[in-house]
Structures are given as C-alpha cells and as structure tokens.
C-alpha cells in the first residue's frame, strides 16, 4: 500500500523548533489535500494543520500562529515548521490525505522536554 514516509522528529527544549517532512510516492500528490496528524500518548490521533491543492491552509487552536505547513509539488513533500514548541506537543506526528484515506505510515516522534 502507498504511505506517505515522515522524517524530521526529535527532541528539543520547550521553545524550541522543528522541521518535519513528508514524502508521499503518488503522481496525484499536486491535487491532493495533505494534512499532518498527530496522537500523543493515550489520546486519539487528531488534525493538525491541512493544506489544500492551491494551497490554503487551516490550522488547529492549539496550533494557531505555531506550526506551518507548506508544500513542494515538484518533491512530493508537505512541511511542518514547528516553532515554540510546547510540552503538550510531544507526540508521534503523521502525514496522510486530508481526510485521512491512505494507509498510516510510522510517523515521526516529536518530544518536547520542559
């Protein structure tokens, strides 16, 4: 099955940012919907950010004015810019279709220590 592949995670001090990626293997990808998902610990997976084909964005509350998303039709690949990251964001964060219709692929662990 097809699955977008996430790379980026770390570990980083609260404050600090992060770049992940994502690179879906699909000649459709440059009229696809993306979005980043993310679950942490005992709660469900949940919609982080989303950008749409030509480009328009929507981001959660929790991640309003933080977190970036962005797109390379030419690489295949949708961003999330990360920034002032928080300890409540530390979760395994995905990437798939917005909504979600494609297989999950292993994520990518953010973890924000205080």
């Known amino acids: 099955q097809v699955q977008f592949v996430e790379s980026g995670g770390g570990l980083v001090q609260t404050g600090g940012s992060l770049r992940l990626s994502c690179v879906a293997p699909?000649?459709?990808?440059?009229?696809?919907?993306v979005g980043w998902y993310r679950q942490a610990p005992g709660k469900r997976r949940e919609l982080v950010v989303s950008?749409?084909?030509?480009?328009?964005?929507k981001s959660s509350v929790a991640v309003k004015d933080r977190f970036a998303i962005s797109r390379d039709n030419a690489k295949k690949t949708v961003y999330l810019q990360m920034n002032s990251l928080k300890p409540e964001d530390t979760a395994v964060y995905y990437c798939?279709?917005?909504?979600?219709?494609?297989?999950w692929g292993q994520g990518t662990q953010v973890t924000v220590s205080t």
């Open positions: 798939n279709t917005e909504p979600a219709t494609w297989s």
């Open positions: 699909a000649t459709s990808f440059s009229i696809m919907s």
């Open positions: 950008i749409s084909s030509g480009g328009g964005t």
